[in-house]
């Protein structure tokens, strides 16, 4: 899996929009999305413009961990 960025918000959804269906990822605020490797080449056919952040690490495979509230007691 690789982390990848956009240069605006039209190519971003763009690309989520090709990638829904064909490819697994995972879009974070910030505006990075991970995508699988084969991924890259179908962006960049379909002349989508990306640049590459580099490799996931396994902070980005973990589910997001919130500290709920403790119960009143």
């Known amino acids: 899996m690789t982390i990848i960025r956009f240069d605006d918000a039209d190519t ?3 690309a ?4 829904v269906g064909r490819y697994p990822f995972k879009t974070w605020a910030n505006g990075d999305l991970m995508v699988p490797e084969p991924a890259l080449g179908h962006l960049a056919g379909e002349g989508i413009g990306f640049r590459v952040i580099g490799p996931a690490t396994y902070e980005h495979f973990l589910p997001s961990v919130r500290n709920p509230a403790p119960a009143p007691v």
């Not at 989520?16 to 990638?19: A, K």
């Open 12 to 14: 971003e959804k763009r």
């Open 16 to 19: 989520m929009d090709f990638l």
